[in-house]
């Protein structure tokens, strides 16, 4: 369950399908604390090269993770893990740590140890929390679940303009296949294609479903 004082506003949905930008939005306008899960994948999977481990060996980066001593912090509005009194931004948005997050993001232990610090994040109050598990696996209980999603061919050109080289579909199949937490449209979750739509009205809506729940 999660702390009966704290409203969790969960989004999930594949790669550049505009989970960041919606969830930073409503939470400013709301005033919730905006976390941003990938960052935390993509801040392990930075420590992992930076370690020169083999980020394919299951076993090898559930040791790493195992000593890893990041901590959560907000900041300003947001959560951030940090890492030897640093926190790591530029650097986890490069395309090397794209390929291989993925990978570092199906090992059971990784996902338990993500599970846990972000279930704690309602310490810091009412979140908006994004990410791919989200809605399933991380605050399943919350009446606030959405999946977006826009199509193939957006998502990539949104990923090209912000001058990242990737391949989207290959990180997505691996995220929607993997045994543990896969990314899925969760029970209670509403599909919102924001294709063609901009972040502003796609956000005024998430707020509009969220603040009629709360009066209802
Ligand atoms: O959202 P972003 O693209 O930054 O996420 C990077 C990667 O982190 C995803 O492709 C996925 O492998 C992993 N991730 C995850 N579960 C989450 C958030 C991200 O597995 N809740």
Redesign the pocket.
């Known amino acids: 369950m999660s702390d009966a004082q704290s409203i969790v506003i969960a989004i999930d949905g594949p ?1 550049a399908s505009g ?2 930008t919606n969830a930073r939005i409503i939470s400013a306008k709301l005033g919730y604390v905006y976390v ?4 935390m ?2 801040t392990l999977a930075w420590h992992a090269l930076n370690q020169g481990t083999n980020v394919t060996d299951m076993a090898a980066v559930e040791a790493l993770c195992r000593e890893w001593p990041a901590k959560l912090v907000k900041r300003e509005n947001s959560v951030w893990l940090e890492v030897d009194g640093y926190f790591p931004e530029q650097e986890i948005r490069s395309s090397e740590v794209s390929k291989v ?2 990978y570092v ?1 199906q090992v059971p232990y990784v996902r338990k140890w993500m599970k846990e610090r972000q279930r704690s994040c309602v310490d810091f109050g009412d979140l908006v929390m994004e ?4 809605t399933s696996n ?1 605050f399943p209980e919350t009446p606030h679940k959405f999946y977006l999603d826009a199509s193939a061919d957006e998502r990539q050109a949104r990923r090209d303009a912000d001058g990242i080289e990737e391949n989207l579909a290959a ?1 997505d199949q ?2 929607s296949t993997r045994k543990t937490a896969p990314l899925v449209v969760a029970d209670g979750a509403l599909v919102i294609n924001n294709s063609g739509e901009s972040p502003q009205e796609t956000s005024a809506r998430i707020i509009a479903l969220v603040e009629n729940r709360k009066l209802g």
């Open positions: 790669s989970k960041s941003d899960t990938g960052a994948y993509r997050v993925s993001a990410g791919r598990d989200i991380i990180r691996r995220d």
